[in-house]
């Protein structure tokens, strides 16, 4: 049995290199914003949304839409 190995031009890589420092940069930043601000203005338990956060694109988005007290 012989295996096809799929490779992703060029353009898909540098795009998906783009997505992946754009998920990063979300992630770091409800990090930041969570970890400055006080246990008041969040929803929860600040250490709950540690690892909410890790989830990629939902956890960050999560964060940002419910976690903070407006």
Known sequence: ???KKM??????KAGLGVLGLVQAAFAFLAF?????RG???VRGPKA???PAI???WIGPASYFL???RR
Request: proline share 0%.
């Open 1 to 3: 049995m012989t295996t």
């Open 7 to 12: 490779e992703l031009a060029a353009g898909a």
């Open 32 to 36: 930041w914003d969570l970890a400055h």
């Open 39 to 41: 246990a008041d203005e």
């Open 48 to 50: 709950v949304w540690i």
């Open 54 to 56: 890790l989830v990629n």
């Open 66 to 68: 419910f976690g903070i």
